[in-house]
């Protein structure tokens, strides 16, 4: 069985390239890969991830969105790409949170980010949550923020 792309690409949140940002750290410049970056290792891949949601949260905050679930994954695959109902649904089920409860900032709640960023894995990838590399999620915030918090 052929493997998911986001893990093929080291990629496991399936980021896309865009013109914004030039090149993430560990990305390989793949020509193969139109759309979605590829990376080195998955840890690097979640390094981008954390990176991103961690950058969703400024956002939010300064357009006085609430930074939750249902905003955080409506942003990360919005409604002209995917079925985001049915993926927030998932990711609110696999981690037992609600769709509207507030978070912390990633680096400050980062088991629960370990826990949604593995959600995410399994519904960008179609994968189940035995099947997602918790080990590169943890390595992944630690080549982000360093040890701000035992993960």
Known sequence: MKEPRGMRNCNPLNIRKTSERKVW??????VKEKDFCTF?????GYRAAWILLDNYQLWMVQH?????????ISRWAPASENDTRTYISRVSK???????????????DTQRFVEIIAAMTCVE????????PVEYIREGFRLAFGKINEV
């Not at 080195?40 to 690097?44: D, F, V």
């Not at 696999?94 to 900032?105: F, G, M, R, S, V």
């Open 94 to 108: 696999l981690t037992n949170i609600d769709p509207d409860e507030l978070l912390k900032a990633p680096f400050l």
């Open 25 to 30: 750290q560990g990305q390989i410049m793949n």
């Open 125 to 132: 990838n179609g994968i189940s949550m035995n099947q997602v």
């Open 40 to 44: 080195a290792t998955p840890a690097y």
């Open 64 to 72: 006085g969105k609430s930074y939750c679930l249902r905003n955080i």
